[in-house]
């Protein structure tokens, strides 16, 4: 059985080969339509509330007509025309919209593609010249005017969402290598405009998802990593609208986010026309990747979608598709479980007898997966040794894993372990053994962060002694899940066992080379879970989601801080993924005391899990646990899975945040609302649902916290969504949440 384009898109680029893919089935939403009309070489692209058109234009040029929300089967597009030029020092290649271009022929814009001959030459100039269209995908071959380079253009359109996944293939079929030296998976193009808003995410450790705004200006903006991974710093997301848009869920929204977990770049750009142009794949900067003769590249994914229910509507769309559509056993994944993980209750510390007390006290609150952090392995006391030698601790674990995993069975709950593969600490057998395993330019020094460096993936016998060692301790043990962490960023990508051309293809190769061990051990554990942890959220993407369960948002537990955190997060990415722990208080970021209620409820609005020291807890701490954990089970689903509304952020200081979720089949909504500090007296803001049947009668009910005197037991979804909702929250950092379950 042919696997699906989702799968094409990862692996070719885990494997640089050829793969013919066949359509899966299609869900109830209706079918993705893909037409192409041959008088006037125009292709069509209707999925869901979304329509894509482009045309062939007569300088064999593939240039966007439209993309925007669904028109209508009877509007026609007549034949596609190059630009004028805005004058002699911007030529129609340069102001014509193209949905994939190389530099040459006198382009100025950010190129899809630019490579370098082995004569020097640096030009391309890529034509049309056929299309294949099968179910909903669509590909589209270009060449070079002389040289023998071809490019596959590839689409494929989600049919419930609209969403588009689009990649590029470059084909060698020269005498001769050439040298990548940029390359995206394509060019979203927008008409022309003054009055757009650009939205993005950044950040740094512990303060990651922060929200950006900033108008689109003539120029460009570049959001990118240079770290050899996905990182905080940017996120490879975006959100264009109307600068005048101001409700979360009206307005039109273009988004979209790249599927790549290395260096990454993405360019929003206003040409000399004032149309808009967005360009993303791998980091231009000290790229370059050598395609031999008869090899062919593919480029990560560029997701692509629009919404005319504001930037609300752009992330449901997007929780929808990777749910769905993205994450591994879609779009049957299971429900995260409910987890705890003994890092802050242990540190390093781990031992046999520790971690069987402390799964004995996670499984009394109803703890469903156990999880052993960092200190099992090799000589593991602190982080400055270890890291490479993945054997279990003798002094530790005198029996091995079994007795405390069996103990974690015993309890009810599965077993999960930290692992940070693509480490190695220069304190460690492995580095003694191999030290040219390392990313490192010969005859200068080693830069280590956190007393590590970073192994050479990319090489084979690293990427056999990575997947060899995970595949051994997955076979050895009953492990259900591995914590994946990546602790420090590239420096010194240097990769001498090569010869010096090909080099920089290490940007690439590591990446590919991680996918694919993931992908492996997927196929051979397929019962085993994985999340991707980078020091909190500098790992979370598109790409990486492919294989991984869960992700882990930021180091920083602080439950308020969390909120802000939670809300950037959720922009680009589903909760269902969102790692969300309860952790001790005052925390250790900023000191703050918060009740175990309220860090609670923060934790419930993604995937819930337990991080403090159990050993401290006193009786009623157990107890309220237990009340809130049972609460969570009862609401998991529609947080996980449903419709999420922010419809108060934390964004700018704001004094509360309330979220809603509306669960997919409509029967529940679950609302929390939070509030840093009362101030003269004021009550806390009235609450007006969305997203509910107002027609249908919803009965309320607070699980924390307290509704206004006189708020009504039953009332329907309008009244519920125009009249609104009082709730009592005084005093400072206070929190409550509420369910309504639809009458049936």
């Known amino acids: 059985m042919m696997r699906n384009f989702a799968w094409l898109c990862r692996a070719v680029v885990l494997l640089g080969i050829s793969v013919v893919a066949t359509s899966q089935a299609q869900t109830k939403a209706a079918p993705a339509l893909i037409g192409f009309d041959p008088s006037t070489k125009v292709f069509r692209i209707n999925a869901a509330d979304t329509t894509l058109v482009m045309g062939i234009n007569e300088s064999g040029q593939v240039q966007t007509l439209y993309w925007g929300e669904h028109l209508s089967a ?45 004569d020097g030459n640096r030009d391309l100039v890529l034509k049309y010249v056929s299309h294949t269209i099968d179910a909903n995908r669509l590909s589209i071959v270009m060449k070079d005017i002389s040289r023998e380079v071809y490019v596959t253009l590839q689409y494929e359109a989600d049919a419930e969402t609209g969403i588009l996944r689009r990649s590029a293939v470059v084909e060698n079929r020269t005498e001769a290598p050439f040298t990548i030296e940029q390359i995206a998976a394509g060019t979203w193009n927008l008409p022309r405009g003054t009055d757009y808003r650009l939205r993005y995410l950044t950040g740094r450790w512990a303060g990651e998802w922060s929200l950006q705004e900033q108008p689109v200006n003539p120029g460009k903006v570049v959001l990118e990593s240079r770290r050899g991974t996905t990182g905080a710093q940017n996120n490879p997301w975006f959100a264009i609208d109307r600068s005048g848009s101001a409700d979360q869920d009206e307005g039109g929204v273009w988004f979209g986010a790249l599927g790549w977990s290395g260096s990454w770049q993405i360019s929003v750009e206003q040409d000399a026309l004032q149309q808009v142009r967005i360009t993303g794949g791998p980091n231009a900067f000290d790229f370059g990747y050598l395609l031999k003769k008869g090899e062919r590249f593919q480029t990560p994914c560029f997701y692509g979608g629009y919404s005319a229910h504001g930037i609300g509507g752009a992330s449901r769309l997007l929780h929808r ?44 609150i109803g703890v469903e997966r156990f999880v052993m952090d960092d200190g099992w392995f090799g000589q593991r006391k602190n982080d400055h040794a270890g890291l490479g030698d993945w054997y279990v601790n003798p002094q530790k674990f005198p029996h091995g894993l079994k007795p405390l995993i069996d103990k974690v069975h015993s309890l009810k709950m599965d077993f999960g372990l930290w692992v940070e593969p693509e480490m190695v600490n220069p304190d460690s057998d492995l580095y003694r053994k191999h030290p040219d395993w390392v990313l490192e330019f010969p005859g200068r020094p080693h830069t280590e962060a956190r007393h590590q460096l970073v192994l050479n993936l990319a090489r084979p016998d690293v990427r056999a002694y990575v997947y060899g060692f995970l595949d051994k301790l997955l076979k050895e043990n009953d492990i259900s899940f591995l914590k994946w962490d990546y602790n420090r960023n590239w420096s010194e990508p240097g990769w001498p066992a090569v010869p010096q051309e090909q080099e920089k293809n290490v940007y690439i190769d590591f990446i590919r080379n991680y996918y694919s061990i993931l992908d492996e051990l997927r196929h051979e554990h397929p019962k085993v879970e994985i999340e991707s942890c980078s020091g909190g959220g500098s790992r979370v993407d598109l790409g990486v989601m492919q294989y991984t369960d869960e992700v882990w948002p930021s180091d920083n537990t602080d439950a308020y801080d969390r909120l802000l955190i939670q ?13 969300a722990w309860v952790t001790d208080s005052p925390n250790w970021v900023n000191n703050r005391a918060l009740s175990l209620e309220y860090r609670f409820l923060s934790s419930m609005q993604g995937s819930l899990g337990i991080g403090a020291n159990l050993n401290q807890w006193k009786p009623e701490d157990f107890a309220t646990a237990r009340q809130m954990v049972e609460r969570y089970k009862s609401i998991r689903e529609t947080v996980q899975r449903g419709a999420l509304y922010r419809l108060l952020t934390p964004e700018h200081n704001s004094e509360q945040s309330i979220t809603e979720t509306v669960s997919r089949d409509g029967d529940q909504a679950v609302v929390f609302a939070f509030l840093h500090s009362s101030q003269e007296n004021y009550p806390f803001p009235r609450i007006f649902l969305r997203g509910l049947d107002e027609g249908a009668t919803y009965s309320i009910s607070a699980f924390a916290g307290k509704l206004a005197e006189g708020t009504p037991t039953q009332a329907s979804g309008s009244y519920w969504e125009h009249h609104g909702i009082d709730v009592d929250l005084h005093g400072d950092f206070q929190a409550m949440a509420f369910t309504l379950k639809r009458s049936r």
């Open 74 to 118: 009877k509007d026609h597009f007549a034949v596609a025309k190059a630009m004028p030029g805005a004058s002699s020092f911007d030529l129609p290649v340069t102001t014509t919209p193209q949905e994939f271009v190389a530099w040459g022929g006198g382009l100025f814009v950010e190129p899809d593609l630019k490579i370098t001959f082995p």
């Open 321 to 364: 598709f990777e749910v769905n559509s993205l994450l591994p056993h879609h779009p049957d994944s299971k429900l995260r479980p409910v987890l705890y993980n003994s890092w802050e209750a242990t540190g390093f510390d781990v031992d046999e007898a520790g971690q069987m007390s402390l799964a004995e006290k996670a499984a009394k």
């Open 567 to 579: 809300n950037g997060f959720t922009y680009a990415y589903t909760p269902a993924t969102m790692m």
